[in-house]
């Protein structure tokens, strides 16, 4: 079982920046994709980003251009630089792993970010 443990949340002032990371714990195919999700206090969770092993890349309207999703050459890896942050960022970011069909039904513990004035 890979297991996927996210870091790098906090508080951060509106319109600021924060990276997240998350390792996981071995290679798998599972890793094709590697992604963030995001879940704000009474909402679904949505999918946020995504990066695949071919670089393949996918950004959700409402962070283009302020969020850069990356890999490190391991592939076991991915990073989020969020920039330009607003308030309606402000949820919990979870790192999840999938193959090129579908997503595993796991995810990480998630890392809390909160976007404050």
């Known amino acids: 079982q890979v297991q996927l443990v996210e870091s790098g949340g906090g508080s951060v002032q509106l319109g600021g920046s924060i990276e997240l990371s998350c390792r996981a714990s071995?290679?798998?195919?599972?890793?094709?994709?590697m992604g963030w999700f995001r879940q704000a206090p009474g909402q679904e969770r949505e999918l946020v980003a995504f990066?695949?092993?071919?670089?393949?890349?996918y950004y959700a309207d409402f962070v283009k251009d302020r969020f850069t999703i990356s890999r490190d050459n391991t592939k076991t890896m991915v990073h989020l630089q969020m920039n330009s942050l607003k308030s309606e960022d402000t949820a919990v970011y979870y790192c999840?792993?999938?193959?090129?069909?579908?997503?595993?039904?796991?995810w990480g513990q998630g890392t809390q970010v909160t976007v404050s004035s």
């Open positions: 071995s290679t798998h195919e599972s890793l094709f994709r």
């Open positions: 999840r792993r999938g193959t090129y069909l579908s997503w595993s039904d796991d």
């Open positions: 990066m695949a092993v071919n670089g393949e890349t």
